[in-house]
């Protein structure tokens, strides 16, 4: 089945450090990719999204680039700030005419950002 | 204008009680999930609606029950609490059929707190 791989954190930065999160994948067909981060005492919300090879999505300064060669979509930020610390999540999703509904989560890296 | 919402944001309960979660999108999609997360942030879907069909259902103990009133509306009710019940559970929507990009929308969450 379709399975994503999340590096395990917590990954521990400074402010204005940068930021590599790294997601891999398996799954058949073309699936959809996304982030998405997990405030403290929040649910989860939309970072940034990618549909096809080699789109890159992007949002508030993190970027993200599908790689299917490589199957990864690596989570990056040039300068990280305090406000960023939070618990980030990467998925894929393929559409229904992928033949599976059901969508795949990575298991979360939290980022600890300190001043 | 909350998208996703749920309630009740706490719930503290003993074991052997029966409690329900109600959640209401006003996203206008047509598919609404219910998660559960661990204290480690791991993320299991346990079910799924389209137009109040259930099309994903986990492995999860038949104590839980969903129930899909409308599209916009899907309840959790859980029979006969026990400890390892203890969790935040989100809901979810997104757009299954038609929707370009397949993201989700979380609610808040509800945290479960069986003693």
């Known amino acids: 089945g379709d399975s994503v791989t999340q590096m395990e954190g917590p990954v521990t930065l400074s402010e204005e450090a940068f930021l590599t999160i790294n997601c891999t994948y398996t799954a058949t067909g073309y699936p959809s990719l996304f982030w998405y981060v997990q405030y403290p005492g929040e649910g989860l919300q939309l970072l940034l999204k990618a549909t096809k090879a080699d789109d890159k999505g992007s949002n508030k300064g993190f970027e993200a680039t599908y790689r299917k060669e490589t199957t990864s979509f690596h989570l990056e930020k040039g300068s990280v700030q305090v406000s960023d610390s939070a618990v980030y999540f990467c998925?894929?999703?393929?559409?229904?005419?992928?033949?599976?509904?059901?969508?795949?989560f990575g298991r979360g890296t939290s980022l600890i950002v300190h001043p | 204008d909350t998208a996703v919402s749920q309630t009740p944001k706490y719930l503290v309960t003993q074991m052997g009680n029966d409690k329900s979660i109600k959640c209401e999108q006003n996203l206008g999609h047509d598919t609404m999930y219910w998660y559960k997360q661990d204290s480690k942030k791991f993320l299991k879907i346990m079910f799924s609606y389209n137009n109040k069909e259930l099309i994903i259902n986990e492995t999860v103990p038949n104590r839980f029950s969903p129930k899909s009133p409308d599209k916009a509306h899907l309840n959790l009710h859980i029979n006969s609490l026990e400890l390892g019940d203890s969790a935040v559970y989100f809901c979810?929507?997104?757009?299954?059929?038609?929707?370009?990009?397949?993201?989700?929308?979380f609610g808040p969450g509800t945290r479960l707190t069986v003693t």
């Open positions: 998925a894929l999703r393929k559409g229904a005419s992928g033949g599976s509904y059901i969508p795949t």
């Open positions: 979810a929507s997104s757009q299954l059929f038609g929707g370009a990009f397949y993201e989700q929308y």
